[in-house]
């Protein structure tokens, strides 16, 4: 009789395959009786829509717009977006997460049109639209990009022809602010002209995208090659391509410079595509850059020149990544300001010096070396998470102002604007 069962079982199964069944649930009494585990088969087919799903016995299965998605049941309850869970006017969770059953199951799963409804032991109804779940889910999220790019080596750059944006245009239209931001957000640099050479008003361009971020240098910097701090930017000598900040726990997301004044020779600043140079790693030697990216190094900053007393100390891989879809988001390389390798065991010291010496050869390529010549009037954006900044030596009077600013105003900003980031 098991036999006949399972032909006629083998049946219900083709028929749809083939899309002959569009809601059937393999629930019979006699299939419970041949198998311990009920399985729960639905499948939906037509012009519009093509949607299979599964319940498990701790998880929920879609098979929708060519993704497979799992999606487990407490996840299933707590993001719940009914009024009684979700506050749509503030976009915050009203449901106590901690009061969900760590054990809950649906009572019943239903499809109508393209969303999902499920019901709870609690009678409570929670609807999902197809769409919704697969914009969040685990498996659409691997596929997504945070944020596109454009990487660069100075060849690519330069026939970008990325324009700078004017400065009463940037300051007083959405279009120009607009502009400006799109090209920061794929390159990593982007430039504001005809800004009056003053502190003061290289302070209100950087309020147009955020708020300033006070450090230990201040709110607005000033120097020249006084070696007023103890910092080597402080001095006419040059500077080899880095990040800043690297010894804060949370480096520094956006630097800005304007030369207001320079009487002598040198002094061209040098900008590298630091995701650039990570990517030939990653196709070169996958392996070194999975290791740059795992290794904790510490940065360290110490000062005591006057009344400058600090010492800072911040810890982070090189390369740091994602870890659901592997995309790089800062790089933390700053020669200078690395402190003591202590941190991780001598083999897998050596190991990191080689990948670190594989990423500087790549850093250091004269082909990815874009050099500019800052003058008085126009103002400099880097993505310090990014784009690395270096300097020639130079002579005479150079004189630069700046300031930093907090990376999650700026890309507040952006995505007001309509922007992906």
Sequence with gaps: ????????????????????????????????????????WHHTASKSLNCVWQQHEDHFELQYANNVMRFDYVWLRDHCRSASCYNSKTHQR???????????QPKTIHLDETT???TWPD?????????????????????????????????????????????????????????????????????VENVPPTQKHTEKVAERISLIRETIYGRMWFFTSDFSRGD???TNLALDRHTDTTYFQEPCGIQVFHCLKHEGTGGRTLLVDGFYAAEQVLQKAPEEFELLSKVPLKHEYIENVGECQNHMIGVGPVLNTYPWNKELYLIRYNNYDRAVINTVPYDVVHRWYTAHRTLTRELRRP???????????????????????????????????????????????????????
């Design 123 to 191: 009678g409570h109804v929670t609807r999902y639209d197809l769409d919704w779940l697969v914009k969040n889910s685990y498996e659409g999220q691997k596929q997504k990009v945070i944020q596109p790019r454009i990487l660069w080596n100075a060849e690519i750059y330069q026939q970008a022809q990325v324009p700078a944006v004017d400065f009463q245009t940037f300051l007083e239209t959405k279009e120009g602010l607009k502009n400006f931001l799109q090209n920061f957000l794929l390159y990593g640099i982007a430039f």
């Design 1 to 40: 009789m098991w036999y006949h069962r399972l032909s006629h079982l083998q049946s219900r199964l083709q028929d749809l395959l083939r899309g002959r069944v569009t809601h059937w649930a393999l629930q019979q009494s006699n299939f419970k009786s041949l198998f311990p585990l009920a399985i729960h």
């Design 116 to 118: 999902l409804f499920f």
């Design 367 to 421: 082909e990815n070396e874009f050099w500019v010549k800052l003058k008085p009037g126009k103002v400099l954006f880097i993505d310090n998470w990014r784009v690395l900044h270096g300097r020639e030596s130079f002579t005479g009077y150079r004189q630069l102002c700046g300031c930093y600013l907090t990376r999650d105003d700026v890309l507040n900003t952006a995505r007001l604007l309509g922007l992906q980031a």
């Design 232 to 234: 080597t930017a402080y």
């Design 94 to 104: 009203s449901l106590d997460t901690a009061s969900v059953d760590l054990c809950i």
